[in-house]
């Protein structure tokens, strides 16, 4: 029997999309979350942690003329337009930050199973321990500190679920009801700190 014309598609489930923050936006970032966190002030005038349901040590909204001053909403609308051209063949003319935020994580904490608002959503990281522990049963993988995406029950050929080993400067995109959490990690002191978004693009797009 020939094989020759076999080919692998994917007609099912949602697209995500990695992309890298210049180290310069990195380093605003946490320049910016660094000023934030020393400024007893700002850090009641945008604690965002009572609208999200994370068990960490402290969430807060960026600031819109930051985001425009240090061009992360122009990372942002830049990569997810062409996230969504290269899926829908199709160019977004309307791109909105609902909000976006900085998550600062620490050891035993967690962020348990969730989805966003708007339509498209996002994470990246700032700062990553060095170590985020050891498994309690030496034989098991180790998912310590990991984000976890969900979409789908477990069926042949059909894996439901897709973890992701935070690095520094990488940030994924993904549809706003796609399920993911993040597990705590153990043995560090050093901060787990990421950054989040909620947009809305073309109402037609979304809903073609």
Not at 62 to 74: Q, S
Not at 133 to 140: A, I, R
Not at 178 to 190: C, K, T, W
Request: glycine share 6%.
């Amino acid at each position: 029997m020939e094989t020759d014309d076999i080919k692998v598609l994917r007609p099912f489930g949602p697209t995500i999309a990695i992309a890298k923050m210049p180290e310069k936006l990195v380093k605003d970032l946490n320049d910016y979350s660094d000023s934030v966190i020393n400024n007893e002030q700002k850090k009641k005038d945008l604690d965002w942690g009572k609208n999200l349901v994370g068990n960490v040590k402290q969430e807060f909204m960026i600031e819109k003329d930051v985001m425009e001053k240090i061009g992360w909403g122009k990372f942002l609308a830049t990569n997810v337009k062409e996230w969504i051209r290269q899926t829908k063949k199709k160019d977004i003319t309307k791109f909105n930050i609902m909000n976006s935020w900085i998550v600062r994580q620490f050891k035993n904490e967690y962020n348990p199973s969730h989805w966003h608002n708007g339509h498209v959503s996002g994470v990246g990281y700032l700062k990553v321990p060095l170590n985020l522990g050891e498994t309690l049963q030496k034989d098991k993988s180790n998912f310590n500190g990991k984000l976890e995406m969900v979409h789908g029950p477990k069926a042949f050929l059909c894996k439901p679920t897709f973890r992701i080993t935070p690095k520094v400067g990488d940030f994924y995109f993904f549809p706003h009801y796609l399920m993911h959490a993040v597990y705590p990690f153990f043995d560090s002191d050093e901060e787990r700190r990421s950054v989040s978004f909620n947009a809305t693009v073309d109402q037609s797009l979304y809903y073609d």
